[in-house]
């Protein structure tokens, strides 16, 4: 169905609907609306196989984006969004909002500099615990270990999986991914060092923002919201655990950075009624999710501020994808592109 679905879109009919559907938008209302869009990584993975590849756009992929989004869509700061939270003002029609997810190098390297080029502001959301700190995502590990290693298969919990092909390794990593995410955290973290160990292969350097840099961002005009400390599933933990990723996150940021406003994104979209009400408690006004939706935000009728949806940009979503996704009629079609 996504591939069908994909074909429909890029096809010369997709293509043109798509520019008329845009202009029957903008005639609708577009006030309490808003788009958020989210990001990983701006990095060409062709220049290094060994790179993650699915949560990558490519530097001209996201200036074109970029380029695209800032002449026909009002960027809103973070701290704007916290206004209308407030009630102190409005949402600008085709209001959308600009993040960043883990705190990459080539955030500095690639996306910042497009950014600033455009006037965008963009909000960056940091796990905590691993700035300075050398390691790498446990993801980034696993995808280095299985592409690198001279071993021909690897054990999991579900069996011996072949390691013959680059395709084979790849089908082995999203099995392995899959299985690490059904565990609670700590068990999820030791099976993926065991792998690594097993498979014999020295970890990746480290590709993740130090605080150096994360303050000169800051300086630059970035904002900075927390992302947990260590980057847990946050339903894979007991309350009070994932209470001290939360908020021992924003107390980092706040120690280091000066300042930080009281937002969250949970890693890979991991929540639950539980978690959402800590947050409440705990002060947290805005908080980011990973669900595809658009998100309507009527003060009368209380939007769900603790579970913003987002879309996320990976390296199948071309400009004219974007641009559907983007539309308001195309709400339930965006939860279909994952």
């Given at each position: 169905?996504?591939e069908?679905?994909?074909?429909?879109?890029?096809?010369?009919v997709g293509t043109?609907a798509i520019?008329q559907?845009?202009?029957?938008d903008?005639?609708?209302?577009?006030?309490?609306?808003?788009r958020?869009?989210?990001?990983?990584r701006?990095?060409d993975?062709?220049g290094?196989p060994?790179v993650?590849?699915?949560?990558?756009?490519?530097?001209?992929a996201f200036?074109?984006?970029?380029?695209?989004v800032a002449?026909?869509?009002?960027?809103i700061?973070?701290?704007?969004l916290?206004?209308?939270?407030?009630?102190?003002?409005?949402?600008?029609?085709?209001?959308l909002l600009?993040?960043?997810?883990d705190?990459?190098t080539?955030?500095a390297?690639?996306?910042?500099?497009?950014l600033?080029r455009?006037?965008?502001?963009?909000t960056?959301f940091?796990?905590?615990?691993f700035?300075?700190?050398?390691?790498?995502f446990?993801?980034d590990?696993l995808?280095?270990?299985?592409?690198?290693?001279q071993?021909?298969?690897?054990?999991s919990?579900?069996?011996v999986?072949?390691l013959?092909?680059?395709?084979?390794?790849?089908?082995?990593f999203?099995?392995?991914?899959e299985?690490?995410?059904?565990?609670p955290?700590q068990e999820?973290?030791?099976?993926?060092?065991?792998?690594?160990?097993?498979?014999?292969v020295e970890p990746?350097?480290?590709?993740i923002?130090?605080?150096?840099?994360?303050?000169?961002?800051a300086?630059?005009?970035?904002?900075l919201?927390?992302?947990?400390r260590?980057?847990?599933l946050m339903?894979?933990?007991?309350?009070e655990e994932?209470r001290?990723?939360?908020?021992?996150?924003?107390?980092?940021?706040e120690?280091?950075?000066?300042?930080?406003?009281?937002i969250?994104?949970y890693?890979?979209?991991?929540?639950?009624?539980?978690v959402?009400?800590?947050l409440?408690q705990?002060?947290?006004a805005?908080?980011?999710?990973t669900?595809r939706k658009?998100?309507r935000?009527?003060l009368?009728q209380g939007?769900?501020?603790?579970?913003l949806?987002?879309?996320?940009?990976?390296p199948?979503?071309?400009?004219?994808?974007?641009?559907a996704?983007?539309?308001?009629?195309?709400?339930?079609?965006?939860?279909?592109?994952?």
């Open positions: 169905m996504k069908l679905l994909l074909r429909a879109v890029h096809s010369p043109q520019a559907l845009e202009r029957v903008a005639w609708r209302s577009q006030e309490d609306w808003l958020v869009l989210t990001y990983h701006v990095i993975p062709a290094d060994t993650y590849p699915r949560i990558a756009v490519t530097p001209q200036a074109e984006q970029m380029a695209f002449q026909h869509y009002r960027v700061s973070m701290q704007e916290l206004d209308y939270r407030r009630g102190s003002c409005c949402l600008p029609p085709r209001a600009i993040t960043f997810d705190g990459y080539d955030f390297e690639h996306a910042w500099p497009t600033r455009h006037g965008l502001p963009v960056l940091v796990p905590t615990a700035p300075d700190s050398g390691e790498s446990w993801w590990r995808y280095h270990a299985l592409m690198v290693t071993a021909q298969e690897v054990t919990p579900g069996g999986l072949p013959g092909s680059r395709a084979e390794r790849e089908r082995a999203t099995r392995l991914r299985q690490v995410k059904s565990l955290h999820a973290m030791v099976l993926v060092q065991e792998i690594c160990q097993g498979l014999g990746p350097p480290s590709a923002l130090g605080w150096d840099a994360l303050r000169r961002l300086e630059e005009g970035v904002t919201g927390a992302h947990t260590t980057h847990p339903n894979r933990l007991s309350l994932a001290a990723e939360a908020v021992g996150s924003l107390r980092d940021l120690r280091e950075i000066g300042s930080a406003l009281p969250f994104a890693p890979s979209g991991g929540i639950s009624p539980e959402e009400a800590m409440a705990e002060g947290f805005l908080a980011f999710t669900y658009l998100n935000l009527n009368r939007p769900e501020w603790l579970r949806g987002r879309i996320n940009v990976g199948r979503t071309s400009l004219t994808l974007l641009r996704q983007l539309l308001l009629w195309s709400a339930s079609l965006a939860r279909s592109f994952a």
